[in-house]
């Protein structure tokens, strides 16, 4: 190996190994769970009124001090009831169906009025009695096909040629989580 070579691989070591070393100081609290230390401090949830603080902060804010003392606070946990694939269909749900269908599956979204005085109001979702008549084929068909392949309405676009099989299949399994019995979404 050259002079050159090895130069300029001590001066790239030399200068990513403090970067390196900030990223895992700062992001190690990340990783801990709820109650665990980080660096040996005791760990805490932040409350409401008080601000998250310490290794799992992304943004220090600059109200707070630092002190070698004081404990640092981890970030809650956020648990979603769904599934991955049902989190995956959310997503996509917002994106391509909440503008007719609404955030909750109640045929309320923005186009919805318009649809309705045109005399094809679209599918309410969060209605269980409503779901349980649809089959997960039935459901998919009228995802890739359009309104017009099961006779419903015809301004529904096809999205088979948009959405794949697998984001058709997390599309339905987030469909079925908005008309689960008991979730109160369904409205008069």
């Not at 990513?16 to 900030?22: G, H, S």
């Not at 981890?74 to 694939?85: A, D, E, V």
């Not at 006779?151 to 676009?157: K, Q, Y």
């Given at each position: 190996m050259?002079?050159r070579?090895?130069?300029s691989?001590?001066?790239?070591?030399v200068?990513?190994?403090p970067?390196?070393?900030?990223l895992?100081?700062?992001?190690?609290?990340?990783?801990?769970?709820e109650?665990?230390?980080?660096a040996?401090?005791?760990?805490?949830?932040?409350?409401?009124?008080q601000p998250?603080t310490g290794?799992?902060?992304l943004?220090?804010?600059p109200?707070?001090?630092h002190?070698?003392d004081?404990?640092?606070?981890?970030?809650?946990k956020?648990?979603?009831p769904l599934?991955r694939?049902?989190q995956?269909?959310?997503?996509?749900?917002e994106?391509?169906?909440?503008?007719?269908h609404?955030?909750?599956g109640?045929?309320d979204?923005f186009n919805?009025?318009?649809?309705r005085?045109?005399?094809?109001?679209p599918?309410?979702?969060?209605?269980?009695?409503y779901?349980?008549t649809?089959?997960?084929?039935h459901?998919?068909q009228?995802?890739?096909?359009?309104?017009?392949v099961k006779g419903?309405?015809?301004?529904m676009p096809p999205?088979?040629?948009?959405l794949?099989?697998?984001?058709?299949?997390?599309?339905?399994?987030?469909?079925?989580?908005l008309?689960?019995?008991?979730s109160?979404?369904v409205?008069?």
């Amino acid at each position: 190996m050259k002079v050159r070579q090895k130069r300029s691989l001590i001066l790239c070591g030399v200068l990513l190994f403090p970067a390196l070393m900030i990223l895992v100081f700062n992001y190690q609290g990340l990783f801990a769970a709820e109650g665990e230390s980080v660096a040996g401090q005791p760990a805490r949830v932040p409350t409401e009124n008080q601000p998250a603080t310490g290794a799992g902060n992304l943004s220090p804010s600059p109200t707070v001090v630092h002190q070698p003392d004081q404990a640092f606070l981890l970030p809650k946990k956020i648990i979603s009831p769904l599934t991955r694939q049902a989190q995956n269909g959310k997503v996509l749900y917002e994106y391509y169906c909440a503008l007719c269908h609404g955030q909750t599956g109640n045929a309320d979204g923005f186009n919805a009025y318009a649809l309705r005085t045109m005399g094809m109001p679209p599918a309410k979702h969060s209605d269980p009695s409503y779901m349980r008549t649809l089959s997960d084929a039935h459901i998919g068909q009228v995802i890739r096909g359009g309104g017009t392949v099961k006779g419903r309405s015809s301004l529904m676009p096809p999205w088979g040629g948009v959405l794949s099989d697998k984001e058709i299949y997390d599309l339905i399994s987030f469909l079925r989580t908005l008309a689960q019995p008991g979730s109160g979404k369904v409205q008069p």
